[in-house]
T-cell receptor
Framework: ETGVTQSPTHLIKTRGQQVTLRCSSQSGHNTVSWYQQALGQGPQFIFQYYREEENGRGNFPPRFSGLQFPNYSSELNVNALELDDSALYLC?????????????FGPGTRLLVL | AQSVTQLDSQVPVFEEAPVELRCNYSSSVSVYLFWYVQYPNQGLQLLLKYLSGSTLVKGINGFEAEFNKSQTSFHLRKPSVHISDTAEYFCAVSERAGGFKTIFGAGTRLFVKA
């Protein structure tokens, strides 16, 4: 039990739609990262937020965006969904930014795009 | 460019036997190294991490890993596995200087047989 929760657990959308995924970090963790994990692959870094500002981004297009709120919750928004967006989306919180920090992962949201 | 290679996609092993899961990385700067475990339908959990100091790192559940800078490897070992160790294991690398992101390998599926 990492203390990081995500909602919903599963989601089905159709191509072209928009989706919002939610994450609740551990209390006191000011950093949250989002990852996309395709079936049979390792997690791919999407972006990181530190104190409500984007702190780094992976190779994902601008239709992937995020928000972090003062209450340790965050969102991942994906516009214009494509079939290849089908994946497990993981959020991970850490006490601080900096890549030696331990990341605490949530159970993920499984998104299926039809 | 940073990359992580997990040399075995699947490792079957009998209960109480030793196991080694192999990980090699490439990076032009110093790195932090991590091993995570993912049980079915769950998020990732940190097993251990190497930041600096002793190259032999001990983690949870009896796992350990050794950092070998000359071979750019960080192999994970356990002297005696249990059925409950059946899971997906991911090696990950973060760079020490800027470029705030973590790169994961594709994963190794450890299957422990009775």
């Amino acid at each position: 039990e990492t203390g990081v929760t995500q909602s919903p657990t599963h989601l089905i959308k159709t191509r072209g739609q928009q989706v919002t995924l939610r994450c609740s970090s551990q209390s006191g963790h000011n950093t949250v990262s989002w990852y996309q994990q395709a079936l049979g692959q390792g997690p791919q870094f999407i972006f990181q937020y530190y104190r409500e500002e984007e702190n780094g981004r992976g190779n994902f297009p601008p239709r992937f965006s995020g928000l972090q709120f003062p209450n340790y919750s965050s969102e991942l928004n994906v516009n214009a969904l494509e079939l290849d967006d089908s994946a497990l989306y993981l959020c991970a919180s850490s006490l601080n930014r900096g890549w030696k920090e331990t990341q605490y992962f949530g159970p993920g949201t499984r998104l299926l795009v039809l | 460019a940073q990359s992580v290679t997990q040399l075995d996609s699947q490792v079957p092993v009998f209960e109480e036997a030793p196991v080694e899961l192999r990980c090699n990385y490439s990076s032009s700067v110093s790195v932090y190294l991590f091993w995570y475990v993912q049980y079915p339908n769950q998020g990732l959990q940190l097993l251990l991490k190497y930041l600096s100091g002793s190259t032999l790192v001990k983690g949870i559940n009896g796992f350990e890993a050794e950092f070998n800078k000359s071979q750019t490897s960080f192999h994970l070992r356990k002297p005696s596995v249990h059925i409950s160790d059946t899971a997906e294991y991911f090696c990950a690398v973060s760079e020490r200087a800027g470029g705030f992101k973590t790169i994961f390998g594709a994963g190794t599926r450890l299957f422990v047989k009775a």
